[in-house]
């Protein structure tokens, strides 16, 4: 079962992959114009107090609080990434 949370909760460092955006039109257009579509693989740079840091597609991208909650993520194991167990 894959466990999916909310990217405003992620430390920095954490390797995700969006799973949906969840809200309304305009947010998850703008979302979808950024390129954070499900299936895109983001990297958390910073997530303390302000907005959360994130690189995704090779880009930095600032994401209010409200936005960063909006998007929900799995975590990723880079050691293990299709979850096999080899």
């Given amino acids: 079962m894959v466990k999916t949370v909310s990217l405003a909760l992620l430390p920095p460092g954490t390797v995700a992959k969006v799973v949906s955006i969840s ?7 703008r979302l979808l114009e950024m390129g954070l579509s499900p299936g895109t693989l983001i990297r958390v740079v910073s997530n303390s107090a302000g907005p959360v840091i ?17 998007l929900i993520v799995e975590v990723v194991n880079l ?6 167990g080899r």
């Fill in 23 to 29: 809200g309304g039109y305009g947010k998850i257009r």
């Fill in 79 to 84: 050691e293990n990434p299709d979850g096999s």
């Fill in 54 to 70: 994130i690189e995704a597609r090779g880009v930095t991208i600032a994401l209010g609080r409200g936005l960063a909650r909006s």
